[in-house]
Antibody, heavy 126, light 109 residues
Framework: EVQLVESGGGLVQPGGSLRLACAASGFSFSSYELNWVRQAPGKGLEWVSYISASGKSIYYADSVKGRFTISRDNAKNSVYLEMNSLRAEDTAVYYC???????????????????WGQGTLVTVSS | ETVLTQSPGTLSLSSGERATLSCRTSQSISTNYLAWYQQKPGQAPRLLIYGASTRATGIPDRFSGSGSGTDFTLTISRLEPEDFAVYYCQQYGNSPMFTFGPGTKVDVK
């Protein structure tokens, strides 16, 4: 059974730092791309960051670029999100989500997130 | 940046009725880059449709997706009690890499 379990959330003051972790099991972790997606209280979904299977390709939303760092440890089946210079607007539930990594017979890529963790709440407040 | 617009914001229907949800993109996208998700309160989103029209594993056939270019539709043929939720469309692009629409809430009339 595929499982993604986030941890590391909590209350932090503005300007502070936090490191989220997502532990994966039930699939070949090193073969899949992972993402972080967040959801502010009562709001919609916002994609935050992507990391390729090897960790060599990384992308960020403009709202977190320069402040957040995504990384992964394929030996530990885990992906991380280091969050610095946190702001009140970073308050959200942070989800780890797996990309399906699906390509059809012609090699066309179909991006979508087929498994999600339960989320971890980050609250930035003084 | 491609902006996604979903309509209506809220859809009030009864069980057994048909739901039609719209997702429009500000630029034409490839159909393989459009997905739909369902989210219930307190739960993580669930993948419903990828490639604009292909149901994900385990998704009932009352859910269907269609569309191309800038206009995409999620249809629920006959609403079941468990279908009342918020639905998001998602597109894959250049910058940002992924964008979600604002969501359509399907609630009980």
């Amino acid at each position: 059974e595929v499982q993604l379990v986030e941890s590391g959330g909590g209350l932090v003051q503005p300007g502070g730092s936090l490191r989220l972790a997502c532990a994966a099991s039930g699939f070949s972790f090193s073969s899949y791309e992972l993402n972080w997606v967040r959801q502010a209280p009562g709001k919609g979904l916002e994609w935050v960051s992507y990391i390729s299977a090897s960790g060599k390709s990384i992308y960020y939303a403009d709202s977190v670029k320069g402040r957040f760092t995504i990384s992964r440890d394929n030996a530990k089946n885990s992906v991380y999100l280091e969050m610095n210079s946190l702001r009140a607007e970073d308050t959200a539930v942070y989800y780890c989500a797996r990309d399906r990594n699906y390509y059809d017979a012609s090699g066309t890529y179909y991006p979508s997130f087929d498994y999600w963790g339960q989320g971890t709440l980050v609250t930035v407040s003084s | 940046e491609t902006v996604l617009t979903q309509s209506p914001g809220t859809l009030s229907l009864s069980s057994g009725e048909r739901a039609t949800l719209s997702c429009r993109t500000s630029q034409s996208i490839s159909t393989n880059y459009l997905a739909w998700y369902q989210q219930k309160p307190g739960q993580a989103p669930r993948l419903l449709i990828y490639g604009a029209s292909t149901r994900a594993t385990g998704i009932p056939d009352r859910f269907s997706g269609s569309g191309s270019g800038t206009d995409f539709t999620l249809t629920i043929s006959r609403l079941e009690p468990e279908d009342f939720a918020v639905y998001y469309c998602q597109q894959y692009g250049n910058s940002p890499m992924f964008t979600f629409g604002p969501g359509t809430k399907v609630d009980v009339k």
